[in-house]
């Protein structure tokens, strides 16, 4: 089994026949962008069928009332207030209205982490650009006990710094950032804090509200079972009325979150048929994927790191225990760069049949697996035979 004796958890019986993934691969990268179960595909079809039976009607008679409801649903889920909060495509999309919706001025500060992920820092680079305003990145060490967390971030803050963009839990690193203290770090600073939480809804016990951050947005399509493209942007009181969303149309005068939600002909089958994946997790019983995937992540750090020549107790854990991705560091040399990253995650596609990250950060390569509940503890013993040779055997 190659963990020595420990044992991995059970399959959750059955499980592997609620998804339409190819059985000849090892789907080992939940987190990049979700699976969708098999009902929560067909809730969404029997949505596309009713659109186009009649689109007109789908579109402008009670549409509004039909998100709305669904959003409230969602929202209440998650311990967010529903009329705080708007269904959004991905929180790629929620990241860039925050950013615009600011009203950043030259010299004006925006503070990132070392751990964000690329495409928020691409997002505050380009509205820094748009208005003179600049970046800063605090570096965070993979290995930060959470007061040592808090004070750097502490450390960073200027009387310039208006926003801090901070990750729930780093998609390269898998790091687990202690939210609360720093919110109110941040408050006391009068920096408002805008929390990527992209990979927290259905792997987490959220609720929003209680981070007290400025802006929380986060994906539903990852761990929470909807379908592709669903996610949630929550926003404090007091930012609302400043809201500005990247397009305008019809419902832009009734304000935050109609202006956000009401896109024209956007496609929201997707989120109209969110609630089905909430009901396949409640089915499956939330505590018991949550304990089954973190368990199982777990076993897969440690068969991996064993075959690469790693011990138990040096492979890191900056998620804590409750996570279910795992990252294993990649031998000297190997996928240190952006492009070598997708180089080898490509390679590892193809000739071993597995899905994983792996992701440059620091000067070091990383290796990513995640588990969900249609994962087996072989698919990670045969990725961990296989992969010594393949990181030798270069091209």
Same mark, same amino acid.
């Given at each position: 089994?190659? *963990?020595?004796?420990?044992?991995?958890?059970?399959?959750?019986?059955?499980?592997?026949?609620?998804?339409?993934?190819?059985?000849?691969?090892?789907?080992?990268?939940?987190?990049?962008?979700?699976?969708?179960?098999?009902?929560?595909?067909?809730?969404?079809?029997?949505?596309? @069928?009713?659109?186009?039976?009649?689109?007109?009607?789908?579109?402008?008679?009670?549409?509004?009332?039909?998100?709305?409801?669904?959003?409230?649903?969602?929202?209440?889920?998650?311990?967010?207030?529903?009329?705080?909060?708007?269904?959004?495509?991905?929180?790629?999309?929620?990241?860039?209205?925050?950013?615009?919706?600011?009203?950043?001025?030259?010299? @004006?500060?925006?503070?990132?982490? @070392?751990?964000?992920?690329?495409?928020?820092?691409?997002?505050?680079?380009?509205?820094?650009?748009?208005?003179?305003?600049?970046?800063?990145?605090?570096?965070?060490?993979?290995?930060?006990?959470?007061?040592?967390?808090?004070?750097?971030?502490?450390?960073?803050?200027?009387?310039?710094?208006?926003?801090?963009?901070?990750?729930?839990?780093?998609?390269?690193?898998?790091?687990?950032?202690?939210?609360?203290?720093?919110?109110?770090?941040?408050?006391?600073?009068?920096?408002?804090?805008?929390?990527?939480?992209?990979?927290?809804?259905?792997?987490?016990?959220?609720?929003?509200?209680?981070?007290? *951050?400025?802006?929380?947005?986060?994906?539903?399509?990852?761990?929470?079972?909807?379908?592709?493209?669903?996610?949630?942007?929550?926003?404090?009181?007091?930012?609302?009325?400043?809201?500005?969303?990247?397009?305008?149309?019809?419902?832009?005068?009734?304000?935050?979150?109609?202006?956000?939600?009401?896109?024209?002909?956007?496609?929201?089958?997707?989120?109209?048929?969110?609630?089905?994946?909430?009901?396949?997790?409640?089915?499956?019983?939330?505590?018991?994927?949550?304990?089954?995937?973190?368990?199982?992540?777990?076993?897969?750090?440690?068969?991996?790191? *064993?075959?690469?020549?790693?011990?138990?107790?040096?492979?890191?854990?900056?998620?804590?225990?409750?996570?279910?991705?795992?990252?294993?560091?990649?031998?000297?040399?190997?996928?240190?760069?952006?492009?070598?990253?997708?180089?080898?995650?490509?390679?590892?596609?193809?000739?071993?049949?597995?899905?994983?990250?792996?992701?440059?950060?620091?000067?070091?390569?990383?290796?990513?697996?995640?588990?969900?509940?249609?994962?087996?503890?072989?698919?990670?013993?045969?990725?961990?035979?296989?992969?010594?040779?393949?990181?030798?055997?270069?091209?």
């Amino acid at each position: 089994m190659g *963990a020595g004796d420990v044992r991995p958890p059970d399959a959750i019986a059955g499980a592997r026949l609620l998804f339409s993934l190819d059985p000849a691969v090892s789907y080992l990268n939940h987190g990049t962008v979700g699976v969708t179960p098999i009902a929560v595909q067909r809730a969404q079809q029997r949505l596309r @069928d009713e659109v186009e039976l009649d689109p007109l009607r789908f579109y402008t008679r009670g549409l509004r009332d039909r998100v709305g409801h669904t959003r409230r649903h969602l929202a209440t889920q998650f311990g967010a207030d529903p009329d705080g909060t708007a269904l959004i495509p991905n929180t790629t999309a929620g990241i860039s209205i925050v950013l615009q919706s600011m009203g950043l001025r030259p010299g @004006d500060e925006i503070l990132l982490t @070392d751990h964000g992920y690329g495409s928020v820092t691409l997002a505050a680079a380009r509205e820094c650009a748009r208005t003179g305003a600049v970046v800063r990145t605090v570096a965070v060490p993979l290995t930060a006990a959470d007061g040592e967390v808090v004070s750097l971030l502490k450390a960073g803050f200027t009387d310039r710094t208006r926003l801090l963009i901070v990750d729930q839990i780093a998609s390269s690193t898998v790091k687990l950032f202690p939210l609360v203290p720093i919110v109110e770090a941040a408050h006391r600073a009068n920096v408002a804090v805008l929390v990527d939480g992209a990979h927290a809804p259905g792997m987490l016990p959220l609720a929003i509200d209680e981070i007290g *951050a400025d802006f929380w947005v986060g994906n539903l399509h990852k761990w929470a079972f909807a379908p592709r493209s669903v996610a949630l942007l929550t926003v404090a009181p007091r930012w609302r009325d400043r809201i500005e969303p990247l397009a305008v149309s019809w419902d832009h005068a009734e304000g935050f979150p109609a202006n956000v939600e009401s896109q024209g002909t956007l496609d929201v089958t997707p989120w109209l048929s969110a609630p089905t994946g909430l009901f396949v997790l409640r089915t499956l019983g939330q505590d018991r994927v949550r304990a089954h995937n973190a368990a199982l992540a777990a076993y897969g750090q440690r068969v991996i790191g *064993a075959a690469l020549g790693l011990r138990a107790a040096s492979l890191p854990d900056p998620g804590g225990a409750g996570i279910a991705m795992r990252i294993i560091p990649l031998p000297r040399g190997a996928a240190t760069t952006d492009a070598d990253a997708v180089a080898l995650r490509h390679r590892i596609a193809d000739k071993l049949g597995a899905a994983v990250g792996v992701n440059a950060w620091n000067g070091q390569g990383w290796l990513r697996v995640c588990a969900q509940v249609y994962n087996q503890p072989d698919e990670y013993d045969r990725l961990a035979a296989r992969l010594p040779a393949l990181l030798t055997a270069g091209d």
